[in-house]
């Protein structure tokens, strides 16, 4: 652990899992790195001012959190590990995250953002290359109001495989916890894989739900594959009006993809409720 980081259950529970990520956001200053606890030392840097030495979200923890606005984020440079297809076992994003606004302009005006995530436009000269990511909705979005969202797309984006929720759990100054399990791609003729998206500990959606599945007949075929985009919290891809207004903490990466009974207790520990 980084020296001055506290230790707690919470975090042992996390190490315990053994993360290829895990990112406390418990830097008091922006003058610091974004330090890596997993040991695999993939630690973050900071882009614009965000807010760091918040209240945390973990009950009974001294940790800190940090918030975000405007185009704050952190970039956690390109690793293999962060990426669906290295292990053969998957990829599982476990976040603490806080709303403090449901009122986004979003992406093109179309009322979502992508808050945290592994993808980059197109650039001049480089391809656009996505992989995967959360989405919010705007709170006024005519069709999917407050919905948290996880999906995984083709290099060249467009519709992907997603799981979502709506729920009693999105609301301002609230936080939620989420994990998104990115299933190892298999041929569709083998087996249905995909999106699986926990929230606050429960499953709420995944395989064989036809939306979530990275082949979806008629629709869209899903092949992840690895790019060299960084991970970044607070946005995805760093676009115009896809940026974060709110708290996020205890970020962590698994090449692998957590069993729900593992899910559950990171939750339980952190909400004080084990």
Not at 3 to 28: F, I, K, M, S
Not at 85 to 97: A, P
Request: aromatic share 10%; charged share 20%.
């Amino acid at each position: 652990m980084k020296p001055g980081t506290r230790t707690d259950a919470y975090a042992e529970a996390v190490l315990a899992d053994r993360p290829v990520g895990y990112w406390r956001l418990n830097e008091r200053t922006c003058n610091e790195q974004v330090a890596d606890e997993s040991g695999h030392n993939n630690h973050g840097s900071f882009v614009g001012r965000p807010s760091p030495g918040q209240q945390g979200a973990i009950r009974g923890s001294a940790n800190c959190s940090m918030s975000f606005a405007s185009d704050a984020h952190i970039s956690i440079s390109h690793s293999p590990d962060f990426s669906i297809q290295t292990s053969g076992e998957g990829l599982s994003v476990e976040v603490w995250m806080r709303p403090d606004t449901l009122l986004y302009e979003g992406e093109g005006n179309r009322k979502y953002i992508h808050w945290l995530g592994k993808g980059k436009p197109t650039q001049r000269g480089e391809p656009k290359h996505l992989e995967w990511g959360f989405r919010l909705y705007s709170s006024d979005h005519p069709r999917r109001p407050s919905r948290i969202s996880a999906y995984a797309w083709n290099p060249q984006g467009g519709e992907g495989a997603g799981a979502w929720y709506e729920g009693d759990p999105v609301a301002e100054g609230e936080w939620i916890h989420l994990v998104a399990c990115f299933q190892h791609y298999v041929k569709p003729s083998v087996m249905k894989t995909g999106v699986q998206l926990f929230v606050n500990g429960e499953f709420v959606q995944g395989p064989p739900s036809s939306g979530t599945l990275y082949f979806n007949e008629g629709s869209w075929s899903v092949v992840p594959r690895s790019g060299d985009a960084p991970l970044r919290l607070a946005t995805r891809s760093a676009t115009a009006n896809s940026f974060l207004t709110g708290g996020i903490d205890e970020v962590a990466v698994y090449a692998e993809v957590l069993t729900p009974q593992r899910i559950k207790r990171h939750y339980d520990i952190g909400n004080g409720s084990s």
